[in-house]
C-alpha cells in the first residue's frame, strides 16, 4: 500500500514523484520513516517502488552499478533484476518504478519480481514496460473519489497544480485502508522533482500523529 505516484511532463519536460515515508511490518506496524526515493543525479533519474523495502533498496542499488546512464539502464534490467534477486536473495515481491530521460524524454518505466502485483498491470516478471505519463499506486477507493471529487492530475496541467493534485491524492491514499482497516501510507509525503538539470527533493505534507511503533489510521490530518 506504499504510495507511489509519478508523472512524466513533456510540456514540462520535468518527472513529478509523490511517495509516503513509511516502512511497517507485514501487519501494519511501523518500523522507521524514510525516503523512499533513490535518487542518481548524474543520469539524472531516480528508482522508487513498493513492496518489501529491502528488496527494493537492494535492487535499486545494484542496478545502479551496472548502468552508466539511463537509457543503459531500461536496456539491462530486464537481464539484470533476476540475477540480483538470486544473488541477495529477495525473494519476497517488490515493484520498481524507473523514472527518468529515456532517449531525452521524460519517461517512466514499471518492472517487477515475481509474487503478488500490487500494481494491478498484471504484467508478467521481469518485463521492463513503459507506463506512459502517469502512474498512480494504489488507486484511492471509488467511494473516496465520488465524495472528494477527485480528479487525477494532468501532465500537461501548471506545476504548481500537479504538485496539488499529487498532495491532495496521496492524502486520499492514505485514508483507504488495508483490509485490517488501518492506513499503510503515512509520516510524510516527498515531492521530487527530476529535470535535466538535476533532482530536488521536499517534504510537502506530513502526517503528525504517525508514530513509529504503532499502526496507522485512516483519518485526515
Not at 76 to 103: C, Q, T
Request: net charge negative; charged share 25%.
Amino acid at each position: 500500500m506504499t504510495a507511489n505516484n509519478l508523472i512524466a511532463s513533456k510540456k514540462h519536460n520535468c518527472i513529478l514523484i509523490a511517495t509516503d515515508a513509511a516502512a511497517y511490518l507485514d501487519e501494519g506496524t511501523v518500523t522507521e520513516f524514510k525516503s523512499k526515493i533513490h535518487a542518481i543525479p548524474e543520469w539524472p533519474a531516480v528508482i522508487t517502488g513498493r513492496g518489501n523495502s529491502f528488496g527494493l533498496d537492494t535492487g535499486a542499488r545494484e542496478l545502479q552499478k551496472r548502468a552508466s546512464s539511463f537509457d543503459e539502464l531500461i536496456g539491462i534490467v530486464s537481464r539484470e533484476l533476476p540475477l540480483i534477486v538470486e544473488e541477495f536473495r529477495l525473494y519476497r515481491p517488490f515493484e520498481l518504478n524507473l523514472a527518468g530521460f529515456f532517449r531525452g524524454c521524460p519517461s517512466l518505466f514499471f518492472i517487477r519480481t515475481p509474487g503478488h502485483d500490487s500494481s494491478g498491470i498484471g504484467l508478467r516478471p521481469y518485463l521492463i514496460c513503459p507506463v506512459g505519463s502517469t502512474f498512480f499506486g494504489p488507486w484511492p477507493s471509488d467511494e473516496l473519489v465520488a465524495a472528494t471529487g477527485f480528479v487525477a492530475p494532468d501532465p500537461d496541467d501548471a506545476p504548481e497544480d500537479i504538485v496539488n493534485g499529487l498532495r491532495d491524492l496521496i492524502n486520499l491514499q492514505r485514508r483507504t485502508p488495508a483490509d485490517d482497516g488501518y492506513s499503510r501510507v503515512g509520516g510524510y509525503a516527498e515531492l521530487t522533482t527530476i529535470s535535466p538539470d538535476g533532482i530536488e527533493t521536499q517534504i510537502f505534507h506530513r502526517w503528525p500523529d504517525d508514530q513509529i511503533g504503532q499502526r496507522m489510521s485512516t483519518m485526515e490530518h
